[in-house]
T-cell receptor, first 111, second 113 residues
Framework: KQEVTQIPAALSVPEGENLVLNCSFT??????LQWFRQDPGKGLTSLLL?????REQTSGRLNASLDKSSGRSTLYIAASQPGDSATYLC??????????FGAGTILRVKS | DGGITQSPKYLFRKEGQNVTLSCEQN?????MYWYRQDPGQGLRLIYY???????QKGDIAEGYSVSREKKESFPLTVTSAQKNPTAFYLC????????????FGQGTRLTVV
């Protein structure tokens, strides 16, 4: 059964710092990997989708990488801002686009 | 605007009562999903549907039921058999082939009183 782990569980950084969030998964037979952002009490907002055949995706200050063979993905956030404060969730997509989620990383960016 | 609408935002259930959570999408997606989120945990899949009039159990389906009579709608009923229903419920939609991102609604917070 697929298991997804996110490290660290929480992270507090000063504004302007570059940071990396980590995600690992146990079964490399995935269809895709998605990174989401969740604000308190809200739904999920999709940040990046990496297909299983791709190595990375970029959107603005965000860059996500995927290494299927080692079961790892990273989300890189450049020049962090207080508005980036949220919970970041990693999810691997299985057959039928069913998602298996990690528990998330709570990010706080201090101004 | 295209998107997913969940209602109500907050719902209170008495012991032994069935309640139904609504989920509607206008993204023309074939697949729809229900997830449950508990504090400090990742989302867990309750039920999913890849096509109208068909649905499958996810990892934690016990105590829940669904229907998919229309492409746009995928309501979730939390029955009295669900012993610990207090949680945040999220509905999502996508294509079923994994080539597009999943879109999520704003969630329904269910509390047992």
């Amino acid at each position: 059964k697929q298991e997804v782990t996110q490290i660290p569980a929480a992270l507090s950084v000063p504004e302007g710092e570059n940071l990396v969030l980590n995600c690992s998964f146990t079964d490399s037979a995935i269809y895709n990997l998605q990174w989401f952002r969740q604000d308190p009490g809200k739904g999920l907002t999709s940040l990046l989708l990496i297909q299983s055949s791709q190595r990375e995706q970029t959107s603005g200050r965000l860059n996500a990488s995927l290494d299927k063979s080692s079961g790892r993905s990273t989300l890189y956030i450049a020049a962090s801002q207080p508005g980036d404060s949220a919970t970041y969730l990693c999810a691997v997509g299985e057959y039928g686009n069913k998602l298996v989620f990690g528990a998330g990383t709570i990010l706080r960016v201090k101004s | 605007d295209g998107g997913i609408t969940q209602s109500p935002k907050y719902l209170f259930r008495k012991e032994g009562q069935n309640v139904t959570l609504s989920c509607e999408q206008n993204l023309n997606h074939d697949a729809m999903y229900w997830y449950r989120q508990d504090p400090g945990q990742g989302l867990r899949l309750i039920y999913y549907s890849q096509i109208v009039n068909d649905f499958q159990k996810g990892d934690i389906a016990e105590g829940y039921s669904v229907s998919r009579e229309k492409k746009e709608s995928f309501p979730l009923t939390v029955t009295s058999a669900q012993k610990n229903p207090t949680a945040f419920y999220l509905c999502a939609s996508s294509t079923p082939w994994g080539n597009t991102e999943a879109f999520f609604g704003q969630g329904t917070r269910l509390t047992v009183v």
